[in-house]
């Protein structure tokens, strides 16, 4: 019922809502995020890797989100590889190995002080994505573990999926800001999450933040003029009703609770910015046998002031 009443209503709010004409239309950001196992646990199992880039547009960013829907656009292109325990010799009743690839356009708005993020992707999964194929190249050239799970993957499919999120942002002293939320996802998984974070400094507190899926962290989709650090820590718990990637037809048990827990740091000069998180990540289905760390890292350095600094 979740997933039927969510993923209409994402389709209704993005395709009937009065829609903003092209003229004027013009890049805002980028948000970019890679995600692998080996910068945080250093193994290679469950939620080891992923990519995503988004593409903000709209008319204009004056440090606040607008208040009509359409205004500004995020097109986001997401690859996820999730995997085993052992890449090599799963264990009878470990998790199947899943490749996933989705492209989807989500919008950003506000309503009375409370932020709101909607959208829809595809998610494509299965050998139709060639990710494990990648993965199997990369590994060879990195002399890593092979992963010879692929045959036994989850299967080709495309699942229509919406997300929606509501959050707002509470200032509790000059430096520290507090921001709980709620989000409903449909789809692929299908889930009901609760959490907040905290931003700790003036960096990325009056831009446009992006959640990323896998982690929960919020990655910068436009970028401001504050330079120097500012550091975040955040946390939810969610209840997962339906996953493609745990198919109860092959008997997986979905634990009660989903949690996640991460930290992180931004750094910008006037020319670079840098992030780097860890996210400890929970058990998903009963059959998992430890929750894991893995590390996420945004690099947005112009390779001429390190090759060509300034005398």
Same mark, same amino acid.
């Given at each position: ?17 009065? #829609?903003? #004409? ?12 890679? @995600? ?8 290679? %199992? ?12 709209? $008319?204009?960013?004056?440090?606040? /989100? ?8 995020? !097109?986001?292109? /997401? ?13 009878? &009743?470990?998790? /199947?190995?899943?490749?996933? *690839? ?33 993965? %199997? ?20 499919? *495309?699942?229509?999926?919406?997300? *929606? ?27 009901? /999450? ?18 990323? *899926? ?7 989709? @436009? ?5 120097? $650090? ?14 493609? !990637? ?15 827990? %991460?930290? &992180?740091?931004?750094? #910008? ?9 860890? @996210? ?7 059959? #998992? ?23």
């Amino acid at each position: 019922m979740i997933r039927t009443v969510l993923v209409g209503f994402t389709a209704l709010m993005l395709f009937c809502a009065p #829609q903003a #004409q092209s003229q004027g239309r013009e890049t805002l950001g980028w948000g970019r995020l890679f @995600t692998n196992d080996y910068l945080g646990d250093n193994r290679d %199992r469950y939620r080891t890797g992923a990519y995503v880039v988004s593409k903000v547009t709209g $008319f204009g960013w004056d440090g606040a /989100r607008p208040t009509r829907v359409g205004d500004i656009i995020e !097109y986001r292109f /997401r690859a996820d590889i999730i995997a085993p325990d052992n890449i090599t010799t799963p264990a009878a &009743g470990d998790r /199947r190995y899943v490749g996933a *690839v989705s492209v989807g356009a989500h919008t950003h708005f506000q309503r009375g002080g409370t932020e709101f993020s909607l959208g829809g992707d595809l998610v494509f999964t299965g050998p139709q994505t060639a990710i494990g194929n990648f993965q %199997r190249q990369m590994h060879k050239v990195f002399g890593a573990p092979m992963p010879n799970v692929l045959d036994d993957q989850i299967g080709n499919g *495309v699942h229509p999926s919406a997300t *929606v999120e509501a959050g707002r942002a509470f200032q509790i002293t000059p430096g520290i800001q507090v921001r709980p939320f709620v989000e409903l996802q449909a789809g692929v998984e299908t889930l009901v /999450r609760v959490g907040g974070d905290v931003l700790i400094g003036r960096l990325g507190r009056d831009e446009l933040m992006l959640r990323d *899926v896998a982690t929960g962290h919020r990655i910068r989709g @436009t970028r401001g003029a504050e330079t120097g $650090f500012a550091f975040v820590v955040g946390a939810d718990i969610a209840h997962v009703e339906h996953s493609v !990637y745990l198919p109860a037809y092959n008997g997986y048990q979905l634990t009660d609770t989903r949690q996640r827990m %991460r930290a &992180g740091v931004h750094w #910008q000069n006037e020319k670079s910015a840098v992030f780097y998180g860890l @996210t400890w990540l929970g058990r998903e289905f009963e059959a #998992q046998s430890e929750a894991q760390v893995i590390g996420s890292v945004r690099l947005q350095i112009r390779l001429s002031t390190v090759l060509f600094p300034n005398p």
